[in-house]
């Protein structure tokens, strides 16, 4: 993809025969959103997520899980036909005002990192967990066939085991659990990218407040923001229905999880034979560790992207009150339009306008979760007194 030079592009939006007051850039290095999210992409690619060319027991647990990761994939696929327009609209707005926050590329790949480190150790204490089961339980079967078997009984209460449908299954169940939390982390990702472009408005009229600037900088002011608030509203175009799924992944598992561990406790599992002596590692609290690193992993993760992600309103909403400050002596018509554009709109992430992402989301959810395990509770009581 061909870029337009910086330079050429440097004063557009402002008219001819007016000159910029002060240097808006200097000589600080820029960062591009490509570039930056570069690896987080092809990661996902490795994993058929983002396919676009140009970058460098039967339960509704497995049911849920299977067709939302699913519908997670087409959902990417979906993005990634936009992609590529979407980004050739990145580099336009870059080639206009360049995003001298070069710290957020180092943010995209620590979360990339961080983030997809900790599932890895989430799926490894999984299999750990079935492993020790498996040579606890099966000592004299083949350890494969009872791994398989094991942790996907749904599936072959259906079809006869065979060794590749086994392979199969297994691939299938990781490339779910990659779905999952790389939709959260594609989420963070975008949500840094547009917090910084956001934040480069505010660094500049926080830079300008106290300065008597002419008009033509405020205007440059205001169409900056414009671009921005319209590039937000096309990544939801693209990720809404990214953003809405791995909301709805993540409150549903939240509250089955939550359920379970209220219902069922957190308890060590019984050794299959009381005969001999308990060799395993954790002496029958591998699940158990497993449950509590899974669980808190999603809580946090969840906390994460729901914070990371509204704070691009919050950065919208941040130029007001510099504004605010400014000397009514200083004050222009640039300036009253601003604020009008500031308080006009709402500048937010969207999981496909059936939500925005802000502060007041994580009390919501939190009180959604609440709710929900409040009347499971007492429906359960019900149950428990009328068998009874």
């Known amino acids: 993809m061909e870029r337009s030079s910086t330079s050429k592009h440097s004063n557009q939006g402002v008219p001819k025969g007016k000159i910029m007051p002060f240097n808006m850039y200097g000589d600080k290095k820029q960062a ?200 937000v509203r096309r990544f939801n175009d693209v990720i809404g229905g990214i953003i809405f799924i791995s909301y709805a992944n993540n409150l549903f598992f939240i509250c089955m999880q939550l359920r379970n561990t209220l219902a069922k406790g957190i308890k060590a599992t019984p050794p299959c034979s009381i005969e001999s002596q308990d060799k395993r590692p954790l002496q029958g609290y591998e699940q158990a560790v497993y449950f509590m690193y899974s669980f808190i992993f999603l809580v946090v993760r969840s906390l994460s992207v729901s914070l990371i992600a509204a704070q691009v309103h919050t950065a919208s909403l941040a130029p007001a009150q510099i504004l605010y400050d400014i000397p009514s002596s200083h004050f222009n018509i640039e300036m009253r339009r601003l604020m009008d554009q500031i308080h006009g709109t709402t500048v937010a992430l969207s999981g496909l306008q059936f939500f925005q992402i802000k502060r007041g989301l994580v009390l919501t959810i939190a009180g959604t979760i609440v709710t929900y395990e409040l009347v499971l509770l007492q429906f359960s009581d019900v149950t428990q007194t009328n068998v009874e």
């Open 32 to 231: 591009s959103f490509q570039s930056a999210i570069k690896y987080t992409v092809l990661i996902g690619q490795y994993f058929g997520l983002n396919p676009v060319s140009g970058v460098s027991d039967s339960d509704s647990f497995p049911i849920v899980f299977c067709s939302s990761n699913c519908l997670t994939t087409i959902l990417f696929y979906r993005a990634a036909v936009k992609w590529a327009k979407l980004c050739t609209y990145i580099s336009k707005i870059e080639a206009i005002d360049p995003n001298t926050d070069v710290s957020f590329a180092t943010k995209c790949n620590l979360s990339c990192l961080v983030i997809l480190t900790l599932a890895l150790v989430e799926h490894v204490f999984a299999n750990l967990s079935k492993i020790v089961y498996v040579f606890n339980c099966y000592a004299d079967d083949d350890k494969y066939e009872a791994f398989i078997l094991h942790s996907f009984p749904w599936v072959f209460n259906i079809l006869n085991y065979e060794t590749l449908v086994g392979v199969l299954v297994q691939f299938l169940n990781i490339q779910c659990t990659f779905n999952w939390n790389f939709a959260d982390l594609f989420v963070i990702c975008v949500s840094f990218y547009l917090i910084s472009r956001l934040n480069q408005v505010y660094r500049k009229i926080v830079a300008a407040k106290e300065k008597q600037i002419e008009i033509p900088f405020w205007r440059s002011i205001r169409e900056e923001y414009n671009r921005d608030t319209k590039l």
